[in-house]
């Protein structure tokens, strides 16, 4: 509502109005961009110290006024100076962000390899020396940097001088970021009901306000999300116009508990796959030192989620490809036949772009919310990832290197961080060396083969250890590694001060020695299965359920007697899931064919009455769980 005329807006004016304001601000941020965007003034602005030695402030656009860095709004046009703190806000957090790709771009130039493509040992030590923080960077981040400036030679025939010579100036986002304002420019409060708020900002009547009369107040009330508590310290939100609406993202704070580095006898081990995305298990650390599994594990299944993103990327490709076609055609022309058809594959690329983050946003936080569920469910204080931030796809084919190299593994970490944070429930890296690799009970290097009843036929799913015998899926195995190597290393689990992000950055020889699961022992059944006398017979024939069809004619005999057989004379053909080449204890997929079997449910005659055994650990007593904490099973 606008509180000047008391006129209800509704949402579309409301965008509009919002649009014309983030116009301003987003102008006037590319100005600075504009002229600021060199190596002098980001060193400058990134050094934390103005010209006379004093500290610069934490606020951007604090910190661009003391440097004298000023914008103003085109002539004619009237804002106040909150509008222009809004747009010195955007342009400095902008610039203090690209000082760490400077760094990135000089230390690879400096130490730039012989054979771009492939690095030395050697090579790799001198570019991570060189880099700030480079020993613990992804090697990753310092290939795809080298690949730009490789790029850049060889189209250019000599190396950039810095990241400013290889990018160029950012565009600044539609945003109006409140957070620079104080109560002259927006004021958030809660409503009477606790799941809404008032937010109230000027916002200009007309796109060129010549004065400030053209700028009044209006009253937006904001539907808050139930995951905010009601006791939490709402804060001047981001607004967004995104398709004739207007999103918020607000930022609030409220107490929650602190999560303890060490200090942990439950864990949960989370290690990552291709189809199946996540496999997680706890683990407990006894007081004798020694580690136990608690259950059998999990595991998160994300194959249609991941075969869509995988479609969608590939229509991706297919459409870049054929929008650069038609830009050669075209030439930059925009009278070309061709132009039309160009801008609408532009703004396909777009939708299709749009779709792929939200998807990955979806995916990130659902594999997240699961991870953290497991970790609740079992009572456990800390949550042990696997650290694949240096892993490069390569040797497994062009499909499966892709998909792994544009798995959203960073975005699933930080969700999770996110949201065990409300629980007090740590989040720490461990190093990935060897969690497949080796035994989780005696560290022995393990056989791998394609299924347990193929143990001849080379594979990598299914995990056979040489010494203790130890078989089992290979993922569930490695979050067992996972779990105990992050308990056992707990002492050494090191928080960046910055971030606050915790991890585990080297692997202690004599910690990882004792960092095996302890397999059960002494394990009763509830029931006693001794035997007390013959077994009984069952005939090899059940009598199915019930008849689909009558019995045939028979000739007139003895009252009662059972027409022969048991089986419908009018059926010669199999049913189709017979043909599916499975049995009751089926577990590796056919030699031939691609169909792959889905379990008993889909069998023929015997297979209609088949169930799967129950697990062992429904017949066993649970000692070491707490009642009521749930099951991982």
Known sequence: MDEESGELLTVSVLAERVGWATA???????????????????????????????????????????????????????VNDRIVRMAQELAGRLLRSVKWRGDLTAGVLTTWPAQPARRTGLEWDAVREAVPGGWNLPSSVITS??????????????????????????????????????????????????????????????????????????????????????????????????????????????AVPRAARSGHTVALGVDWGLNTLLSAGPARLHEDGRITALGAGGMFRAAGVLAKQHRLRRLSEYLHAKAEGYQRLTGGEEQHVLAAKHAILREEIGRVGARRSN????????????????????????????????????????????????????????????????TGIAVVTVPARNTSRHCPQCLTPLRHRKAPDRPTTPGWKWAICPSCLWQGDRDHGAWQRIAARGLAHQAETACDRVTGAMAIHAIVDNLEAGAVITPRANLT???????????RHETTCPTPRRRRTPSPTRPQGPAGKRPEGHVHRDRTRLPRAAHRHQDVTTIS?????????????????????????????????????????????
């Open 24 to 78: 301003l601000v987003s102008d006037m941020a590319a100005e600075l961009l504009g002229t600021h965007w060199s190596a002098g003034d980001v060193n400058a602005l990134a050094s934390g110290a103005d010209g006379g030695g004093r500290k610069l402030p934490s606020n951007a656009w604090m910190a661009l006024r003391r440097l004298g860095w000023t914008a103003g709004p085109p002539p004619g046009i009237r």
């Open 145 to 254: 940097r080298t690949r730009q400036i490789a790029a850049f030679a060889k189209k250019r025939g000599r190396l950039p001088v810095d990241v400013f010579e290889v990018e160029s100036a950012p565009k600044a986002a539609r945003m109006l970021l409140l957070s620079a304002c104080d109560g002259q420019q927006a004021v958030i409060e809660r409503a009477d009901d606790p799941g809404r708020a008032m937010l109230r900002l000027q916002l200009p009547t007309r796109p060129d306000p010549r004065s400030y009369r053209d700028w009044t107040w209006v009253s937006c009330p904001v539907k808050l999300p139930p995951m905010i508590p009601a006791s939490a310290v709402l804060h001047l939100p981001t607004l967004r116009p995104h398709q004739g609406r207007v999103r918020v993202d607000l930022a609030y704070t409220h």
């Open 359 to 422: 998807l990955n946003d979806a995916l990130a936080r659902a594999a997240a919310r699961w991870a953290v569920d497991q970790a609740i469910a079992a009572g456990a204080g800390v949550i042990y990832v696997e650290d694949l931030r240096s892993l490069e796809a390569r040797g497994m084919g062009r499909t499966v290197n892709t998909r792994m190299s544009q798995q959203v593994r960073g975005k699933i970490v930080d969700n999770m961080r996110h949201m065990a944070a409300e």
């Open 525 to 535: 059944s509830r029931r006693d299965r001794t035997k007390t006398g013959p077994t």
């Open 589 to 633: 997929t056919p030699a031939t064919g691609r169909h792959r079997p889905r379990g008993a449910a889909l069998g023929a005659g015997f297979h209609l009455q088949a169930h799967v055994t129950p697990p062992w650990w429904e017949h066993i007593l649970e000692p070491d769980t707490q009642s009521g904490s749930g099951s991982l099973s």
